[in-house]
C-alpha cells in the first residue's frame, strides 16, 4: 500500500468521526498523532473539543485545492533511497485502535509487511484485475478496512465507497 503519508515515513491512525470526542482525544494522543487530516466539516467538529498540542489540522478540501505544492513545501519531497524515511518490511503501516470493550482501546502497530502479505494472499486466492470494482462499506477504523480497500487498489482495480447511512440489508439477494 502505498499513500502519501506512508511517503514522508508517516503511520496511519484511520479514526472514525462519529466516535466520541473523549474516544478521539485519547486515541489522538496515544498514537502521538501530530496531523489529523480529514473533510472541513469534521474537522471543524473535532477543532472545538478536541484539545492536544501540537496537532495541526489539514483538510483534504484544502490539500485538493492546493494540489499538494503547500504540504510539498511543508513536509518535504517524495523521499529518494538515501532519506532517513526508508520504509521496510517491520516498519509500522498503520495504528488499529481495539474496541475497548474490556477497558480503554489499545493501539495496534500493524507493519507494511503484514499488510503486504495479507494483500498478496488475497490476490492469490480471489485475484483481481483492474476491470473489477470492490464495494467498501467498512468504517475505517475497523480494523478489515485496511487490508479491504489496499488490496484493490494495488492492483489496479477500483473502490466504490458507501454511502454513510448505507445497509446491507437493503441489497436484494
Known amino acids: 500500500m502505498d499513500t502519501p503519508f506512508m511517503y514522508l515515513g508517516a503511520v496511519y491512525v484511520p479514526i472514525d468521526p462519529s466516535y466520541p470526542d473523549s ?11 501530530r496531523i489529523l487530516i480529514g473533510t472541513s466539516k469534521t474537522l ?7 484539545d492536544i498540542s501540537p496537532l495541526e489540522l489539514l483538510s483534504i478540501e484544502t490539500a485538493l485545492e492546493h494540489k499538494n505544492a503547500e504540504l510539498l513545501g511543508r513536509y518535504g519531497e517524495h523521499p529518494d533511497s538515501s532519506s532517513s524515511n526508508e520504509i521496510f518490511a517491520s516498519s509500522a503501516a498503520y495504528v488499529i485502535f481495539t474496541s475497548g470493550s474490556t ?11 503484514s499488510i503486504s502479505n495479507l ?18 462499506k467498512t468504517s475505517v477504523a475497523f480494523d478489515p478496512a485496511i487490508p479491504e480497500m489496499a488490496w484493490p487498489l494495488c ?3 477500483t473502490v466504490r465507497l458507501a454511502d ?6 437493503a441489497v436484494p439477494g
Do not use: Y
Not at 23 to 33: K, T, W
Not at 44 to 50: A, C, G, Q
Open 44 to 50: 471543524d467538529k473535532f477543532s472545538e473539543k478536541i
Open 155 to 157: 492492483v489496479g482495480a
Open 23 to 33: 474516544r478521539v482525544q485519547a486515541m489522538l494522543e496515544d498514537a502521538g498523532c
Open 119 to 136: 494483500i498478496r494472499w488475497r490476490q492469490e486466492v480471489t485475484p483481481l484485475s483492474e476491470g473489477d470494482v470492490l464495494f467498501h
Open 103 to 113: 477497558g480503554r482501546p489499545k493501539g495496534v502497530q500493524v507493519s507494511h509487511g
Open 164 to 169: 454513510r447511512n448505507f445497509s446491507s440489508q
